[in-house]
Nanobody
Framework: QVQLVESGGGLVQAGGSLRLSCAAS????????MAWFRQAPGKEREFVAT??????RYAYFAQGRFRMSRDGAKNTVYLQMDSLKPEDTAVYIC???????????????WGQGTQVTVSS
């Protein structure tokens, strides 16, 4: 029902910014919770941010630096990342599900991920 395609990853220096995009297809997009997770090599998949309706939740490390938003006309969600740190280096993955959650097991649909690399 939902297909997700991420883009916008790349290589930036510490302190720089990136804006990730997640393009969604499917008529249920507007009612789904959308989320961003990330996974670095050798680490567990980690919650970043999620939104559903007017509710947005962020991981503690993301508060003040990352901002999630939606563009309904483009069926796209974004993750604006500022003040990036080397520890932010990971594959960032978009997810969609019925309910807002901070746990990856509750989401039904997943994108392929986009690589973010932050150099020192």
């Amino acid at each position: 029902q939902v297909q997700l395609v991420e883009s916008g990853g790349g290589l930036v220096q510490a302190g720089g910014s990136l804006r990730l995009s997640c393009a969604a297809s499917g008529r249920t997009f507007s009612t789904y919770a959308m989320a961003w997770f990330r996974q670095a090599p050798g680490k567990e998949r980690e919650f970043v941010a999620t939104s559903r309706g007017g509710t947005i939740r962020y991981a503690y490390f993301a508060q003040g630096r990352f901002r999630m938003s939606r563009d309904g006309a483009k069926n796209t969600v974004y993750l604006q990342m500022d003040s990036l740190k080397p520890e932010d280096t990971a594959v960032y993955i978009c997810a969609a599900g019925q309910w807002l959650s901070t746990t990856d097991g509750t989401y039904e649909y997943w994108g392929q991920g986009t690589q973010v690399t932050v150099s020192s």
